[in-house]
């Protein structure tokens, strides 16, 4: 069973300050999907990176996908109110028709 | 272009009773999906189907949950007898591509809320 642990699971701080979220896996990823997700509303895709090493920018938010395929991570400098939100990791083994979600982790930015 | 589409947005109903959820997906898209998403935790594939034909149930608890996806369009998920553990949100995606690559996006609907009483 692949799984996706994220960390930390909550995350409160306050706006203008800087912050890592973490997906780790022991298994390898063909790709790796990103999501945000607010309340009453479905995952909405922010990116996805398929190649060991890559570095994907959008604006304040800077995702990584590990040189092994096997972890992430998304940091957001300078964070915003509106960047409150459930965020999710998402991937799919190599071969596998499954996207596998995180328990994702439950952002706060206090004003 | 329209978004997926999920009806009823939110559902009460007693243990041992049943519930349907319907989706529509974007125009054009191959391949439906429908997630359970408990509170606190990420969404759980339940059940993919790539037009009319179903390529993974391995996480449906057949014995209570059903789906069909008739002409290839529009889905309908069903609960027969509900359980409490059902209360989630069952989300319904829609991609037009088949496998997970890199170009493959879902895209999700605002999701069905159940609670089982």
């Known amino acids: 069973t692949q799984l996706l642990e994220q960390s930390p699971q909550f995350l409160s701080i306050q706006e203008g300050e800087n912050l890592t979220v973490y997906c780790n896996s022991s298994s390898v990823f063909s790709s790796l999907q990103w999501y945000r997700q607010e309340p009453g509303e479905g995952p909405v895709l922010l990116v996805t990176?398929?190649?060991?090493?890559e570095v994907k920018k959008l604006k304040r938010l800077t995702f990584q996908f590990g040189d092994a395929r096997k972890d992430s991570s998304l940091h957001i400098t300078a964070a915003q109110p509106g960047d409150t939100g459930l965020y999710l990791c998402?991937?799919?083994?190599?071969?596998?028709?499954?996207?596998?979600f995180g328990q994702g982790t439950r952002l706060t930015i206090n004003p | 272009e329209a978004g997926v589409a999920q009806s009823p947005r939110y559902k009460i109903i007693e243990k041992r009773q049943s519930v349907a959820f319907w989706c529509n997906p974007i125009?054009?898209?191959?391949?439906l999906y429908w997630y359970q998403q408990i509170l606190g935790q990420g969404p759980k594939l339940l059940i993919q189907f790539q037009n009319n034909g179903v390529v993974d149930d391995s996480q449906l608890p057949k014995d209570r949950f059903s789906a069909e996806r008739l002409k290839g369009v529009d889905s309908t998920l069903k609960i027969q007898p509900a359980k409490l553990e059902d209360s989630a949100v069952y989300l319904c995606?829609?991609?037009?591509?088949?496998?997970?690559?890199?170009?493959?996006?879902?895209?999700f609907g605002a999701g069905s809320r159940l609670t089982v009483l």
């Open positions: 125009s054009g898209h191959a391949t």
């Open positions: 990176v398929v190649t060991g090493g």
């Open positions: 995606a829609s991609s037009s591509g088949g496998g997970y690559s890199g170009a493959n996006v879902l895209t």
């Open positions: 998402a991937g799919a083994a190599s071969g596998a028709q499954k996207l596998v």
